[in-house]
């Protein structure tokens, strides 16, 4: 026994070794011009409940002319796994979470924006679960902050602690479900995803690209699980806010929602998923084209146009039932914004044009 | 009897610590004092805890425990929640039980902070209730805006003459 012992372990040694070099976990935190907020953003990531020599922070300086860089730098003595990348230039949230993917050593990914935090222990709990059920991912809950005001948004799925078919929780199509909370910065991956292709980020996306992406991973993981503890804190009222921006990145969507359906096409249970998307879309062109939404005048001719293009090459009955669901006020909405009928079976709701 | 001394922020508590030298430790003085500790950071969670500062450390000493409004209130932030209705009993028996807190109570406050702190005397119904004022307060004026149910519920209005740096 004790001979078997000794000859074994010049061999385990070096691999345990080996296995502790890579960080538990890998943090992305994309950063342009985010200096009132990335010291808490980091803070928080003080308190997360893994030993910081575990820990790795990508922060990504995305051409930042403010102090981004100088706070990242500041937290080298409480995060000892610190590294930032710099571009001359910035290149887009998505590239940037690219580049630092690239770069990522750690047994699992996060994703951390700059403007936000997370709750001390989030990942620590997210981690434990997701070895405990050995799923691809985990998801956890969002708590949106405007001022002193906070809103839980919970996990779609209900069911915690448990592995789940990531498929199975795109459906049903008049729900919110865990494609409808689809924010990476909630989800924390197994490498083997990373490795798989599935984490990284359509960089022509300049918005909704996390659409695409919580699409792709519901797709093509084969499962995942929603943590019952720990919280993502989502700011909502940050000037200059990708969410807030109401230029013609907005209309990313309608190539966000182009490459969800790409992705249906290509899957063996597209049609099924197919209404899902066509709904999420109409909900999502809705609120942009509403008289509350964020684009006006030109850009929203062209959102309208756009949308008119990409449902002309879906499959029209799908299209002409989920407007049916729509309700009128909705249909409204499109109707008045210069949707066109092309296509679509519903006739009598799009036979009168646009509004004047 | 328990004497809950609420306080915001490092400053606050090392106020709240010179208050119970000025005279709040009188109101209850075989009693447990708890300093209630509450963080206004909008991000609050993302730094470490108030207690782990000095200033912090130091007022402890003072008091028998330190407990935190944010850990009590979970996800709400302490500067948006109103109780209502039945909520507030719900409420009074969870702090009761999280800071385990037995028969009746005195609450007192920072004058300055009067209407962000409402929540816990409406929380607490029953409690005795004082309020100390910083060096730098005004005397007069402290219940401006208060309604005058809980403004007549105040025992005692204690002047802080200094904070020890």
Same mark, same amino acid.
């Given at each position: 026994?004790?001979?078997?012992?000794?000859?074994?372990?010049?061999?385990?040694?070096?691999?345990?070794?080996?296995?502790?070099?890579?960080?538990?976990?890998?943090?992305?935190?994309?950063a342009?011009?985010?200096?009132?907020?990335?010291?808490?953003?980091?803070?928080?990531?003080?308190?997360q409940?893994?030993?910081s020599?575990r820990?790795?922070?990508?922060?990504?300086?995305?051409?930042?002319?403010?102090?981004?860089?100088?706070?990242?730098?500041?937290f080298?003595?409480?995060?000892?796994?610190?590294?930032?990348l710099?571009?001359?230039?910035?290149?887009?949230?998505?590239?940037?979470?690219?580049?630092?993917?690239a770069?990522?050593?750690?047994?699992?990914l996060?994703?951390?924006?700059?403007?936000?935090?997370?709750?001390p222990?989030?990942?620590?709990?997210?981690?434990?679960?997701?070895?405990?059920?050995?799923?691809?991912?985990v998801?956890?809950?969002q708590?949106?902050?405007?001022?002193?005001?906070r809103?839980?948004?919970?996990?779609?799925e209900?069911?915690?602690?448990?592995?789940?078919?990531?498929?199975?929780?795109?459906l049903?199509?008049?729900?919110?479900?865990?494609?409808?909370?689809?924010?990476?910065?909630?989800?924390?991956?197994?490498?083997?995803? &990373?490795d #798989?292709g599935?984490?990284?980020?359509?960089?022509? @996306? !300049?918005? =909704?690209e996390? *659409?695409?992406?919580?699409? /792709?991973l519901?797709?093509?993981?084969?499962?995942?699980?929603?943590a019952?503890?720990g919280?993502?804190g989502?700011?909502?009222?940050?000037?200059?806010?990708?969410?807030?921006?109401s230029d013609?990145?907005?209309?990313?969507?309608?190539a966000?929602?182009?490459?969800?359906?790409?992705?249906?096409?290509?899957?063996?249970?597209?049609?099924?998923?197919?209404?899902?998307?066509?709904?999420?879309?109409?909900?999502?062109?809705?609120?942009?084209?509403?008289?509350?939404?964020?684009?006006?005048?030109e850009?929203?001719?062209?959102?309208?146009?756009?949308?008119?293009g990409?449902?002309?090459?879906?499959?029209?009955?799908v299209?002409a039932r989920? &407007?049916? #669901?729509?309700?009128?006020e909705?249909?409204?909405? @499109? !109707?008045? =914004?210069?949707? *066109?009928?092309?296509?679509? /079976?519903?006739?009598?709701?799009?036979s009168?044009?646009?509004?004047? | 009897?328990?004497?809950?001394?609420?306080?915001?922020?490092?400053?606050?508590?090392?106020?709240?610590?010179a208050?119970?030298?000025?005279?709040?430790?009188?109101?209850?003085?075989?009693g447990?004092?708890?300093?209630?500790?509450?963080?206004?950071r909008?991000?609050?969670?993302?730094?470490?805890?108030?207690?782990?500062?000095?200033a912090?450390v130091?007022a402890?000493?003072t008091?028998?425990?330190?407990?935190?409004?944010?850990a009590?209130?979970?996800w709400v932030h302490?500067?948006?929640?109103?109780p209502?209705?039945?909520?507030v009993?719900?409420?009074?028996?969870?702090?009761?039980?999280?800071?385990r807190?037995?028969?009746?109570?005195?609450?007192?406050?920072?004058?300055?902070?009067a209407?962000?702190?409402?929540?816990?005397?409406?929380?607490?119904p029953d409690?005795?209730?004082?309020?100390?004022?910083?060096?730098?307060?005004?005397?007069?004026?402290?219940?401006?805006g208060?309604?005058?149910a809980?403004?007549?519920?105040?025992?005692?209005?204690?002047?802080?003459?200094?904070?020890?740096?």
């Amino acid at each position: 026994m004790s001979k078997q012992s000794g000859l074994s372990l010049p061999r385990l040694l070096p691999r345990a070794a080996g296995r502790s070099r890579r960080p538990a976990v890998s943090v992305v935190v994309p950063a342009r011009d985010a200096a009132p907020y990335l010291g808490a953003a980091l803070s928080s990531l003080t308190r997360q409940g893994i030993a910081s020599r575990r820990l790795e922070v990508i922060v990504v300086d995305d051409g930042s002319l403010d102090e981004t860089a100088q706070i990242a730098e500041s937290f080298a003595p409480r995060l000892p796994g610190l590294r930032i990348l710099r571009h001359d230039e910035p290149v887009g949230l998505a590239a940037s979470r690219n580049h630092a993917l690239a770069e990522a050593r750690g047994e699992h990914l996060a994703f951390l924006d700059a403007d936000d935090w997370l709750w001390p222990g989030t990942l620590a709990a997210a981690r434990a679960t997701r070895q405990r059920l050995d799923v691809d991912f985990v998801v956890f809950d969002q708590v949106q902050v405007t001022g002193f005001a906070r809103t839980p948004r919970r996990a779609p799925e209900h069911r915690r602690e448990v592995a789940l078919d990531p498929r199975a929780a795109i459906l049903p199509t008049g729900r919110t479900t865990m494609v409808n909370y689809p924010n990476a910065c909630v989800r924390l991956a197994h490498r083997r995803l &990373l490795d #798989t292709g599935l984490l990284d980020f359509d960089p022509a @996306l !300049r918005t =909704a690209e996390d *659409r695409p992406w919580a699409w /792709r991973l519901h797709l093509r993981a084969t499962s995942f699980a929603v943590a019952s503890e720990g919280r993502y804190g989502y700011r909502r009222d940050v000037p200059g806010s990708l969410t807030h921006v109401s230029d013609e990145r907005q209309l990313d969507v309608l190539a966000a929602y182009a490459s969800i359906a790409a992705m249906l096409d290509d899957d063996a249970e597209g049609a099924r998923l197919l209404p899902k998307a066509v709904r999420d879309l109409f909900v999502v062109l809705v609120h942009h084209l509403g008289p509350d939404g964020p684009l006006t005048g030109e850009l929203r001719t062209r959102l309208a146009t756009g949308a008119n293009g990409l449902l002309s090459t879906l499959d029209a009955d799908v299209v002409a039932r989920q &407007l049916a #669901t729509l309700g009128d006020e909705r249909a409204q909405v @499109l !109707r008045s =914004a210069g949707l *066109r009928s092309a296509g679509l /079976r519903d006739k009598e709701l799009y036979s009168a044009g646009p509004a004047a | 009897m328990t004497l809950l001394v609420l306080a915001a922020g490092a400053d606050g508590a090392s106020v709240a610590g010179a208050a119970l030298a000025a005279g709040l430790a009188a109101l209850d003085a075989d009693g447990e004092k708890l300093l209630v500790l509450r963080d206004d950071r909008i991000d609050a969670e993302a730094f470490a805890p108030l207690d782990q500062e000095p200033a912090v450390v130091r007022a402890a000493k003072t008091f028998d425990r330190v407990v935190s409004l944010n850990a009590a209130l979970g996800w709400v932030h302490p500067r948006a929640f109103r109780p209502r209705g039945d909520s507030v009993a719900v409420l009074e028996e969870t702090l009761r039980r999280e800071w385990r807190l037995a028969g009746s109570l005195t609450v007192a406050m920072d004058a300055h902070d009067a209407d962000a702190e409402r929540l816990l005397w409406r929380v607490f119904p029953d409690a005795i209730l004082a309020v100390y004022i910083a060096p730098d307060g005004e005397r007069e004026g402290w219940d401006a805006g208060l309604a005058p149910a809980l403004v007549n519920r105040v025992t005692a209005v204690v002047a802080v003459p200094e904070v020890a740096a």
